[in-house]
């Protein structure tokens, strides 16, 4: 197959993408030969950005399509969500295989969108660890068109419960790929920072990245973050260790920022905002004015700290919205951030390309590049501008050099003189 006349995604030009055996053989400065419209492994892109596939690095995939059972948050505050889903646990005894129905689900959205990485959280506080064997499950059909990645994600606490710590072991054994974690939801501060240390213990001794639910609270005290950090700095891990959420750090002085943003750099830890999802959850105890609830993500960006975005939900008892797709994502984290200049929006695709492949530990095998497994999008825009701007839609989504999704622009009859 060769791809004509691509726009890479941040450089000028037009380049042929040749792809054989499933593999990028060649990228060249596009050849005018005039003649390869009639060939069925000739696409004419006509200049439309090709880039690697987007990266969802932070769903859950265990709770997807669940709003409004057994009933809707009224808050929409997290405290909330994390309620209603113990209650759904209680009374609705789903089995494995409608775990893994909804799951496909909104994976079916996420590739639809261009998605071909994916990490997510899987609550592991079920004894019977349901929602973890169904997502292993899902992990192995899926493979051949995206990856997962799987966190043993204790959602009601490693210290609230007493079989909370052995079941987050046994899902490790049994093949997630991340620690999970939630401070902010223990009993007491001293809790929270035993379940940081406890998580990094868990990743070095079964081999396995982090990714923690760190400060997903408006309270400027909650400073687990620093515990994560400085933590992961002391055992030489930073690249291995991501914190999501992290929206205290919005409440935080100046000062103390400062502070958090040098041990932050000389770790080397990942960062994932869900604009999205904190918009809608936080600031719900707030009288006006109202926080908006997102981490630094311009400060962070601008300190050479990795940050990437994320949906967090589609339809769950912590947000009833989301389809999977991470283009309005981003579209809501630029205004929600300030980062509606040219620079911000001109290097946007970053935050859920790229960025998200570093957190996730995807390393040289992720990229368009010559030698790499054919893993791409085309997308219908001109230029990285108009990409934002429009939110335009993906066109292709190649996987091992096979199209396996492919979307028509929507057509749009003007029947206005004046234009
Ligand atoms: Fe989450």
């Not at 990942?270 to 997102?294: E, I, M, T, Y």
């Not at 010559?370 to 292709?396: K, M």
Request: charged share 25%.
């Amino acid at each position: 197959m060769i791809l004509k006349n691509a726009k890479l995604y941040g450089q000028d030009g037009r380049w042929d993408i040749h792809i054989e055996v499933g593999t990028i053989q060649t990228i060249k400065p596009a050849a005018d030969t005039g003649q390869s419209s009639n060939n069925n492994d000739v696409i004419d892109l006509n200049g439309k950005i090709v880039l690697p596939p987007y990266v969802e690095p932070h769903i859950h995939l265990d709770y997807v399509l669940t709003a409004g059972t057994p009933r809707w948050s009224q808050s929409g505050s997290v405290f909330e969500g994390i309620e209603i889903w113990s209650e759904r646990k209680q009374l609705i005894n789903e089995s494995k295989q409608d775990i893994k129905d909804r799951a496909l689900k909104a994976i079916k959205m996420q590739l639809q969108h261009g998605i071909q990485h994916v990490r997510t959280h899987v609550d592991v506080g079920d004894p019977e660890l349901k929602g973890l064997k169904a997502l292993l499950e899902v992990k192995e059909e899926i493979k051949p068109w995206l990856d997962l990645q799987i966190v043993a994600f204790p959602q009601e606490g490693l210290y609230t419960k007493p079989d909370a710590e052995e079941l987050l072991v046994k899902a490790l054994e049994m093949g997630a790929d991340v620690v999970g974690g939630i401070p902010h939801y223990e009993l007491t501060r001293e809790d929270g920072v035993r379940s940081v240390i406890r998580a990094l213990e868990l990743a070095n001794k079964y081999d396995k990245l982090v990714d923690i639910h760190c400060d997903e609270i408006d309270d400027d005290q909650s400073r687990y973050l620093e515990v994560l950090a400085g933590e992961a700095l002391k055992l030489g891990m930073g690249d291995r260790v991501t914190a999501s959420h992290t929206t205290a750090m919005a409440s935080y002085s100046n000062a103390y920022t400062y502070k958090l943003f040098q041990t932050l750099k000389k770790a080397g830890i990942h960062f994932v905002a869900l604009p999205k999802a904190n918009l809608h959850l936080q600031g719900r105890f707030d009288s006006h004015p109202v926080r908006r609830g997102l981490t630094r993500v311009k400060e962070m960006l601008a300190e050479g700290i990795n940050v990437s975005f994320g949906l967090d939900s589609i339809m769950d008892p912590w947000y009833p919205l989301g389809n999977g797709d991470l283009m309005s994502v981003v579209d809501v984290g630029l205004h929600a951030c300030h980062m509606t200049d040219f620079n911000h929006i001109v290097k946007a695709l970053d935050l859920i390309t790229t960025n998200g492949a570093k957190a996730l530990g995807l390393k040289g095998e992720y990229g368009v590049k010559e030698g790499n497994q054919a893993n791409l999008i085309v997308i219908d825009a001109d230029d990285e501008y108009e990409a934002i701007r429009t939110q335009a839609p993906v066109l292709y989504s190649i996987r091992n050099g096979e199209v396996i999704v492919e979307t028509k622009p929507v057509e749009t009859t003007m029947n206005v003189s004046i234009f």
